[in-house]
């Protein structure tokens, strides 16, 4: 029989060692679904690599992807500190995003406060959205997979609502009016907005809150033993709603930044799936919040990649990218579990 056991220690030498191997596999891979749609496999591969470094726009565009997927990573990140999966990310986005609206479109006379006004109500909302599955998860026993997950169905719909009735363009298409300028985030460089020093400030704060401060250790504890949390006197059901806040709050700035940095209106497609694909980010850094920025503009880097190659060879299709970007992401986290895992004949 065949027995899977966790190692004693994970070697740097071998996480590498892993890693490279499934990048290799994973490049040959890639070259042959390339050639089979019609693309030099070489030329292809190298665009990946290529199209998000090798110009100032591709840059530019790496980093505005970084921001959303980044705060969602650590929205995901931070609700598994105290061993809670938070799948909802993508509807705490959406959330923020509606009420960020909102504020622009009333256009209140905030003066210098407009940005940060905005951003706060983007959090807020989010933070609150985020908040109803862990009281549900305290009070009701409900699994905060479950409902995180349908909250998101919730939160897009709501947005649907929006934009397809009452704040309709004036064009008839599902699009709010464009914001004044008051609203909008400032540049950085190119299309790349300050919602990335924000990000970066975010995940220093929040690291530092957790490593530093009494309450990161509060946290820490009821995550890898709510018993003992308990048996020690910690507030364990506060803090798993203080996190889930923070968390959604998180999610809820993406969906502001998103649209003060590069939307500057609402609309159905506020997020191509930023919330889902941070789940993925969050656990390929392990749960560590400034790793998971750092994978996070891995992924955007992969993914203005694989737009530059559908453009480049018409033939290669965005499933094909896709197949792709799997394939990468299974090896690498097949990769990684053999790094935490053995297994032996029993």
């Known amino acids: 029989m065949l027995r899977i056991e966790r190692r004693a220690e994970s070697s740097v030498v071998a996480e590498v060692g892993v890693l490279a191997v499934a990048l290799l596999l994973s490049a040959s891979v890639g070259a042959i679904l390339f050639a089979l749609a019609g693309a030099p496999p070489l030329e292809a591969l190298g665009l990946l690599v290529e199209e998000p470094f090798g110009s100032a726009f591709g840059l530019s ?42 504020l622009a479109l009333a256009d209140p006379a905030l003066g210098p406060l407009k940005l940060p006004v905005l951003l706060l109500f983007g959090a807020a909302a989010g933070a609150v959205w985020a908040i109803v599955p ?21 939160a897009i719909a709501w947005v649907e609502l929006m934009v397809y009735g009452p704040w309709k363009g004036q064009d008839g298409f599902p699009y709010t009016a464009v914001f004044e300028s008051g609203w909008h985030l400032p540049l950085l460089y190119k299309r790349a907005h300050a919602g990335l020093l924000l990000v970066l400030v975010l995940a220093g704060a929040l690291w530092f809150v957790e490593r530093r401060t009494a309450l990161g250790y509060e946290v820490r504890v009821a995550g890898a033993s709510p018993a003992t949390a308990r048996y020690g006197g910690l507030p364990v059901l506060s803090r798993l709603l203080a996190v889930m806040g923070a968390a959604g709050g998180c999610a809820g700035l993406a969906g502001a930044c998103e649209l003060a940095g590069v939307e500057h209106r609402l609309h159905a497609g506020i997020s191509p799936g930023y919330g889902y694909t941070a ?3 969050a656990f390929l850094a392990r749960r560590n919040l400034p790793v998971s920025v750092l994978i996070a503009f ?46 032996r004949w029993a």
């Open 134 to 154: 862990g009281l549900l998860r305290v009070y009701g026993r409900v699994n905060e997979i479950i409902s995180t997950l349908m909250l998101n169905y919730v």
């Open 279 to 281: 789940i993925i980010i």
């Open 61 to 102: 565009e790496t980093l505005v992807k970084t921001v959303p997927l980044a705060l969602c990573a650590l929205a995901v990140a931070l609700a598994l500190k105290i061993d809670l999966w938070n799948i909802g990310a993508e509807g705490q986005l959406h959330l923020g995003a509606l009420a960020a609206a909102w």
């Open 298 to 343: 891995l992924f955007a880097a992969l993914a203005v990649g694989g737009e530059g190659v559908q453009v480049a060879f018409p033939g290669v299709s965005a499933s094909v990218v896709q197949v792709f970007q799997g394939f990468l992401l299974l090896a690498v986290l097949a990769g990684g579990t053999l790094t935490r895992f053995r297994i």
